[in-house]
């Protein structure tokens, strides 16, 4: 089915799936199928924050006081988390709008999709205050084969469903042939894609990022890198927004509340499903492999990094109703949430009282006592 | 409101009995009484301290976001209205 930017058919968004029912026309916000969506979007919004506002200059003391294999870490993460979100700016964007039918979803997305471009914004203000020219470190980023190897696993679910619907929306369903390849586009081949490629992302937000948290703040943790750290706390926050959504979409699909057929093809794909995080887990502690290869940081090591991604897996599996597979019963990073409650996030004083801080506001409230002292 | 003296008797399972006062939420009572519970944002929107309630009622300070399921509460963001009977997840 062709995309049209604005549906002129009227339509009524109440009734639409998620994905794959008819194009968005009007960008309304009166009215949600889920209202989830809408409030993601406002708390989504009520975050934002821009790199600039966090000075990170003493970085550069530290770091040329940290060891060749602290500097191994903390670069080596710096450039996984540049990947990350590098992907994240984009692909939901690209693969989601196009198939989506509710508007709160469609503004969700991009609301989403645009903070992963804050986020890698501040990835360069971090290397730009810590090298003269950072070149080096993001040309090694599509070089590297230790973050390559990830880069293909995190885009391969996104560039397959991509080109699904790039098919379907050119050439409808059939069997197509392109570059010699045979494709079979359907609608159940397509709702099987974006199934997986929705728990892919999910197990993207929810494991592939906290690693990468736990090294920056292993770093803090040490009174190291902190301008570095206060952003991090700032993405980290933002990350965990997106990984409720994600695991809302799921679970909304699961339970059946949206697509029947996607409630169907939840539990015709589960092990796959499961697969993916099994994958994502054994992923990050390869990388943790490689992380540590010149040896340790004082709090952080290969082996409690490991029980970590194991620990918030068996945390993350649950939330989308999967088994929990780990031996893990107690948090290894105890001090990680000191890091991830949002109560400890930096703000602007006027804004830590968020209802009264509003721009250009009136107070409406008038009480008899205000004239008690007019005269007439 | 709650008259912040109110007291409720809240049961986990595998731990035993705590009481409970309404003017600190769920979280803030558990951690006081030193039982381990895993929490992130402390604000509703992550969803990490999900725990199941098996009978009880609670109020939300703030409109939990994050993906709960129809037995389950946010420790983080509510305070109990009745005794509860709640399932930690370790």
Known sequence: MK???????SVNSLSEPMFFGNPVNVARYDQQKHSIFEKLIEKQISFFWRPEEVDVSRDRVDFQKLTDPEKH?????????????????RSPNIAFLPIISLPELETWVETWSFFETIHSRSYTHILRNLFSDPSDIFDDIVVNDEIKRRASDISRYYDDLIFA????????????????????????????????????VNALEAIRFYVSFACTFAF?????????????????????????????????????????EMAEIAEEC????????????AQEKEWADYLFKDGSMIGLNKQILCEYVEYIANQRMAAIGLDTPFDVKSNPLPWMNNYLNSDNVQVAPQ?????????????????????????? | MSNSDERFHIDIVDVGPVSASTDKTLLETIEAHNIDVHFHCREGFCGACR?????????????????????????CCCIPTSALKIDIPR
């Open chain 2, 51 to 75: 725990t199941k309630l098996l009978c009880g009622k609670v109020s939300y300070t703030t409109d939990p976001l994050a993906y709960i399921d129809d037995d389950e509460i946010l420790p």
């Open chain 1, 165 to 200: 619907t790039q098919l379907w929306q050119t050439q409808g369903e059939g069997t197509h042939t392109v570059d010699g390849e045979t494709h079979v586009i359907n609608q159940r081949e397509l709702k099987k894609k974006l199934y997986l490629c929705m728990n892919s």
């Open chain 1, 351 to 376: 804004e830590s009282e968020i209802s009264s801080y509003l721009v250009g506001q009136i107070d409406s409230s008038v009480s008899e006592d205000d004239f008690a002292d007019f005269e007439l």
């Open chain 1, 3 to 9: 995309y049209t930017t604005f549906n002129q058919q």
């Open chain 1, 270 to 281: 589960k092990d796959q499903a499961r697969e993916i995080f099994m994958c994502a887990v």
């Open chain 1, 73 to 89: 870490i903390f670069i080596s993460n710096l450039k996984y988390q540049t990947l990350l979100d590098s992907v994240q700016g």
């Open chain 1, 220 to 260: 803090a943790e040490r009174k190291l890198m902190e301008g570095n750290s206060k952003i991090i706390r700032l993405i980290a926050r933002d990350e965990n927004l997106h990984l409720t959504s994600t695991q809302h979409i799921l679970n909304i699909w699961a339970k059946g509340k949206d697509d029947p």
